[in-house]
């Protein structure tokens, strides 16, 4: 049996308790605000999962950073994210280090340090793009892995979601500017909180052989209302070092939302969507001259959880080599986010020198 400490007992911290518990792993929930634990006890996990689970420990999380656990798991605000994980990588050494998405802020504070410090402790880190571990990405993997589509031409991604679902999730916040999610410069706006795009775009890329992005243009809708200030709309293209180009879109405006890939070959097609029905998950693909075939996936909420914390288990066992959710992974679609930014503000399209780290010079 495993056992994870939990940092931030809002929507996230739930899910992951919740998860790990299907799966018998001891959970300590734990959060720097008496009220949220209260809440995450009397409100959101019995909202969500029927009943409270009294085996779960709650605990103040400035009282137990240095508790021992096989898996850390920061899921707060982004711009708290950077101090808490080193703080767990300097103090508690778990097995893995799994930090929310997106890792901090355009200005990249604290990525190339965090990198640093994981490979100092010996700890293996990831970051919670868990669309990468969904079952509907497993299939589109394996039949871009078959060869049968021939060679990429274009991939396309987008998370498109009204953030009205967001605050639906969280009764006890009153709007955007009640978060981070009214500040792109703290990881909200689109950009931040929807780039399970970019990150899905990237995934892909790697799959398909195409390597790392080089090349950023983005356009960024941007919001200045009542002291916010966040990108409400993304709209960007990407071209990698195989000269691979495609595009994302990212919004906090649609509704109903469209969560959506596809990977376009020059003898066929996948496409990926999650949540394409009520309950089910959807690929859908074809190779030229047959008719296209559609996998619904069934899945809950929850599943997509479930699944995240039996990868924890897959790797804590040794069973997986290449993670897609790991930091460097992370990392890179941070590198994404900031190049995006800055293209928006220079109005011209920038380059990623990867040689130079996880750092603004790396965008030039
Ligand atoms: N991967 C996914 O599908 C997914 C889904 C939802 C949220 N997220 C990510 O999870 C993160 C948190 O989002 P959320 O919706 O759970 O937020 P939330 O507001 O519901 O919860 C955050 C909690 O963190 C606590 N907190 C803040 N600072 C803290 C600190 N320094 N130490 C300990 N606790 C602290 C707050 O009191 C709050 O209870 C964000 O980065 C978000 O993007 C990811």
């Not at 993997?141 to 009204?162: A, C, F, N």
């Not at 999730?169 to 500040?183: Q, V």
């Not at 939302?257 to 003898?267: G, L, P, T």
Request: charged content about 20%.
């Amino acid at each position: 049996m495993y056992s994870i400490r939990i940092v931030g007992a809002g929507s996230i911290g739930n899910h992951l308790a919740h998860a790990a518990r299907t799966r018998g792993w001891q959970v300590t929930l734990t959060d720097i605000d008496p009220v949220a634990l209260a809440r995450a006890r009397d409100e959101i996990y019995p909202g969500r999962y029927g009943k409270w689970d009294p085996e779960i420990v709650l605990k103040r999380s400035v009282d137990s950073m240095r508790d021992e656990a096989d898996v850390v798991f920061i899921g707060t605000p982004p711009d708290t994210h950077m101090g808490l994980a080193l703080e767990a990588l300097a103090n508690a050494r778990p097995k893995i280090l799994l930090i929310e998405k997106p890792l901090a802020g355009p200005d990249l504070a604290g990525c190339d340090e965090l990198l640093r410090a994981a490979g100092k402790a010996g700890v293996f880190c990831a970051v919670g793009y868990n669309h990468c571990l969904g079952k509907n990405t497993v299939l589109t993997d394996r039949i871009l892995g078959k060869g049968k589509l021939g060679q990429p031409q274009t991939i396309s991604t987008r998370t498109r979601e009204h953030w009205a679902g967001i605050f639906n999730a969280h009764p006890w916040l009153s709007g955007p500017p009640d978060s981070y999610l009214g500040f792109s410069a703290r990881g909200g706006g689109a950009s931040g909180e929807h780039s399970h795009a970019i990150n899905l775009w990237q995934h892909f890329a790697h799959v398909v052989g195409a390597g790392r992005v080089v090349e950023i243009s983005a356009t960024l809708d941007m919001v200045a209302d009542g002291g916010m200030a966040y990108d409400r709309a993304a709209f960007i293209t990407l071209t990698t070092e195989s000269g691979l180009t495609g595009d994302v879109i990212q919004d906090v405006v649609t509704l109903p939302a469209e969560k959506s890939a596809r990977i376009q070959c020059d003898k066929g097609f996948v496409e990926w969507s999650s949540n394409a029905t009520a309950g089910a998950d959807m690929v859908r693909f074809a190779s030229s001259g047959e008719a296209a075939e559609e996998v619904m996936i069934k899945k809950t909420r929850a599943d997509d959880f479930i699944w995240e914390v039996d990868h924890l288990a897959e790797i804590m066992g040794g069973r997986v080599g290449n993670s897609p959710i790991s930091i460097e992974r992370g990392l890179d679609t941070m590198l994404v986010i900031a190049a995006a930014h800055q293209s928006h503000r220079l109005g011209r399209r920038v380059r990623i020198d990867w040689a130079r780290g996880y750092v603004p010079d790396a965008i030039v």
